[in-house]
């Protein structure tokens, strides 16, 4: 068997790495640790060196009311009140969009916009104002019942050619 190492134009340094002694290992491992917590600590700094306002700091108290608000309410109302009819729940939940014609609702007593609405029949149209359609938002839970709001729909049907018949309130069940 030959020597390799003993050859003849055998470079003995051509297959060693450019760490030569035990002091260079030890350098190149410190400085692989040290040199990349000073680049995150650089990069920390300049993330959060910018003037930024702190959260809450503009209006304190009202972003401290917005974090501890509560998840849900509870709603007591008079169940034994008295029902509004369609004209009043008309002039004050649905008359800022069906006077003007806002988003496209269409205006009280306009027929012609009425009409389609109308042939669609009183349960797509009740259907319609308690879940919502297009840029109307759902009606349904809001400041009316949904009898109320039923009523409303009726108010605003006639008023634009149709012909139904005002909804009658259901008498309560008689306890056993």
């Given at each position: 068997?030959?020597?390799?190492?003993?050859?003849?134009?055998?470079?003995?340094?051509?297959?060693?790495?450019?760490?030569?002694?035990?002091?260079q290992l030890l350098l190149a491992v410190f400085y692989s640790f040290v040199i990349p917590i000073f680049v995150i600590i650089g990069l920390v700094y300049y993330v959060t060196s910018a003037n930024k306002p702190q959260s809450g700091?503009?209006?304190?108290?009202?972003?401290?009311?917005?974090?501890?608000?509560?998840?849900?309410?509870?709603?007591?109302?008079?169940?034994?009140?008295?029902?509004?009819?369609?004209?009043?729940?008309?002039?004050?939940?649905?008359?800022?969009?069906?006077?003007?014609?806002?988003?496209?609702?269409?205006?009280?007593?306009?027929?012609?916009?009425?009409?389609?609405?109308?042939?669609?029949?009183?349960?797509?149209?009740?259907?319609?104002?308690?879940?919502?359609?297009?840029?109307?938002?759902?009606?349904?839970?809001?400041?009316?019942?949904?009898?109320?709001?039923?009523?409303?729909?009726?108010?605003?049907?006639?008023?634009?050619?149709?012909?139904?018949?005002?909804?009658?309130?259901?008498?309560?069940?008689?306890?056993?």
């Amino acid at each position: 068997m030959s020597n390799h190492s003993n050859a003849p134009g055998h470079d003995d340094e051509a297959h060693t790495g450019p760490i030569k002694n035990p002091k260079q290992l030890l350098l190149a491992v410190f400085y692989s640790f040290v040199i990349p917590i000073f680049v995150i600590i650089g990069l920390v700094y300049y993330v959060t060196s910018a003037n930024k306002p702190q959260s809450g700091s503009v209006n304190l108290e009202q972003s401290v009311v917005a974090r501890i608000q509560k998840v849900g309410t509870v709603e007591i109302r008079d169940a034994n009140r008295e029902m509004k009819s369609g004209e009043a729940v008309y002039q004050a939940q649905c008359t800022a969009c069906h006077t003007s014609g806002a988003a496209g609702a269409p205006k009280l007593g306009d027929t012609a916009a009425w009409a389609a609405r109308i042939k669609t029949g009183y349960d797509a149209l009740l259907q319609s104002a308690l879940k919502g359609k297009g840029a109307m938002g759902a009606q349904a839970g809001g400041d009316f019942d949904d009898f109320e709001i039923a009523r409303a729909v009726v108010h605003m049907a006639n008023a634009g050619g149709a012909k139904f018949a005002e909804p009658v309130k259901a008498a309560p069940a008689a306890k056993p």
